[in-house]
């Protein structure tokens, strides 16, 4: 692993143009569970139950489920030393842009500027009827479902099952991984689509795609130039250490 962390610092030091790709992994320590996998909220709950229909449909119900399952571990929740990595490698003026699976919104709240996520935010709350936008943190959820001043239901401002992603999200994160000569990919296995090409992209266009994941995935072998097995805190942390 020593080697592998030495390269990693070796090729971000002579890399002009940084993209970092982030998923579910990257919030592990900061105590967010995923949705897939082990001990993910798919483990728990049919993900229609999460679905824009079923908010329409039964709010109250839904809400309770937001508040409990995301808002919840999410007004806890703080950047771990995951996002920190990538906050030093921004200020070292390596990584660009930051495209992101995950609604915790907690590369922003790191210090990241350019965010793209993928998949919305949890972060902030917009009315269903007006869309006025309300950070989530400051929602008064003392009656469910929280509402607008204009009386019109809230709801996150996520991409849920059955949206589409928006556009220029896809646009601007194909762009950064056209653009970037290096690719990190962070606590994801990119099997979900759309996300699942920039990788891809990167590579076709000539970058490294270096891999830190706690385990082997569909990227290790057919995209990524290597992997780096473990935690996203710690081995972010020892790759800024060993560029010093
Ligand atoms: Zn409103």
Same mark, same amino acid.
């Given at each position: 692993?020593?080697?592998? %962390? /030495?390269?990693a610092a070796k090729d971000l030091a002579a890399a002009r143009n940084v993209a970092a790709?982030t998923?579910?992994?990257i919030?592990?320590?900061?105590? &967010?569970?995923?949705? $897939? @996998?082990?001990?993910?909220?798919?483990?728990?709950?049919?993900?229609?139950?999460?679905?824009?229909? *079923?908010?329409? /449909? !039964?709010?109250?119900?839904?809400?309770?489920?937001?508040?409990?399952?995301?808002?919840?571990?999410?007004?806890?929740?703080k950047p771990n030393e995951g996002h920190k990595g990538l906050v030093k490698l921004e200020a070292r003026d390596k990584l660009k842009t930051i495209?992101t699976?995950?609604?915790?919104?907690l590369h922003q709240a790191a210090g990241n500027t350019d965010v793209?996520?993928?998949?919305?935010?949890? *972060?902030?709350? /917009?009315?269903?009827?007006?869309?006025?936008?309300?950070?989530? /943190?400051?929602?008064? %959820?003392?009656?469910?479902?929280? $509402?607008?001043?204009? @009386? @019109?239901?809230? $709801?996150?401002?996520?991409?849920?099952? @059955?949206?589409?992603?928006?556009?220029?999200?896809? $646009?601007?994160?194909?762009?950064a991984?056209?653009?970037c000569d290096l690719m990190l990919?962070v606590?994801?296995?990119?099997?979900?689509?759309?996300?699942?090409?920039?990788?891809?992209? *990167?590579?076709?266009?000539?970058?490294?795609?270096v891999?830190i994941?706690?385990?082997?995935?569909?990227?290790? !072998?057919? &995209?990524?130039?290597?992997?780096?097995?473990?935690?996203a805190g710690?081995v972010m942390n020892r790759i800024v250490a060993a560029m010093d």
């Open positions: 692993m020593d080697d592998l %962390i /030495r390269r790709l998923g579910a992994g919030s592990i320590e900061s105590g &967010i569970p995923p949705f $897939r @996998g082990k001990g993910g909220l798919w483990e728990r709950y049919d993900p229609m139950e999460f679905a824009i229909d *079923a908010l329409m /449909r !039964d709010p109250a119900k839904v809400w309770k489920l937001f508040v409990k399952e995301l808002k919840e571990p999410l007004d806890r929740a495209i699976q995950n609604i915790d919104g793209i996520e993928y998949h919305g935010t949890f *972060a902030w709350q /917009r009315c269903m009827d007006c869309h006025k936008k309300y950070e989530t /943190r400051k929602v008064d %959820i003392s009656e469910i479902p929280p $509402r607008c001043e204009c @009386g @019109g239901i809230l $709801r996150p401002n996520i991409v849920f099952f @059955g949206e589409t992603i928006p556009a220029q999200a896809i $646009r601007r994160s194909r762009q991984a056209a653009d990919v606590g994801t296995s990119a099997v979900v689509q759309p996300a699942a090409m920039i990788p891809g992209i *990167a590579k076709d266009n000539g970058a490294k795609i891999e994941n706690p385990e082997r995935t569909p990227l290790t !072998d057919d &995209i990524s130039d290597y992997l780096i097995m473990g935690g710690e």
